[in-house]
């Protein structure tokens, strides 16, 4: 069974920074393109960043809204992908997803559970 | 950079009766998916290709449309249906980008 599992969300105050984590089972995860979602509060869904596989280069694009201030990493040996989250705003609260596809920007087929960041002082 | 727009806003709808949901872009749409969300969880991928049901999504669940106007057809409603909608477009740049979502309640 695929399964992705969010983790490292939490309080943080303006301008720090935060790492969350993707762990994937079930699957190859070195095979899969992995993205992050974020869902403000009672909002819809937003696009942040992918990180391609190996094989297309492990490379990664963001969102505008974000570029220059995240960053997305993995670990294939432990199956793990990571969001750096540096300098953050208010406007970054969210509950962010992390999500798996067969090549970077192809369908996404399966989502974590899920963490929350609130950013406030 | 395509804009994904869903109607209605919200949709009532009693048991056992079909319920259909519009999405409609800006331009035309390369691939689009059907994601349902409910409350407190991820998104669950429905549709993809804009018509192909995703493994495991029972028949009563249907996609249709192509270019810039997509439908998801809910035939026979059931209490389980009940859930907010979004439509996708991917396979472009940017590369996901999501319709404001329909919510379908109860009647």
């Known amino acids: 069974e695929v399964q992705l599992v969010d983790s490292g969300g939490g309080l943080v105050k303006p301008g720090r920074s935060l790492r969350l984590s993707c762990t994937g089972s079930?699957?190859?995860?070195?095979?899969?393109?992995v993205s992050w979602f974020r869902q403000a509060p009672g909002k819809g869904l937003e696009w942040v960043g992918y990180i391609r596989s190996k094989v297309y280069g492990g490379t990664t694009e963001y969102a505008a809204s974000v570029k220059g201030r995240f960053s997305i990493s993995r670990d294939d040996s432990k199956s793990i992908a990571y969001l750096q989250m540096d300098s953050l705003k208010t406007e970054d609260t969210a509950v962010y997803y992390c999500s798996r596809a067969p090549v970077a920007g192809s369908i996404v087929d399966y989502w974590g559970q899920g963490t929350l960041v609130t950013v406030s002082s | 950079e395509i804009v994904m727009t869903q109607s209605p806003a919200t949709l009532s709808v009693s048991p056992g009766e079909r319920a259909t949901l519009s999405c409609r872009a800006t331009?035309?749409?390369?691939?689009l998916a059907w994601y349902q969300q409910k409350p407190g969880q991820a998104p669950r991928l429905l549709i993809y290709d804009a018509s192909t049901r995703a493994t495991g999504v029972p028949a009563r669940f249907s996609g249709s449309g192509s270019g810039r106007e997509f439908t998801l057809t809910i035939s026979s409603l059931q209490s389980e249906d009940f859930a907010i909608y979004y439509c996708q477009q991917y396979n472009n740049w940017p590369p996901y980008i999501f319709g404001q979502g329909t919510k379908l309640e109860i009647k």
């Open positions: 331009e035309s749409v390369i691939s």
């Open positions: 079930g699957f190859t995860f070195g095979d899969s393109a």
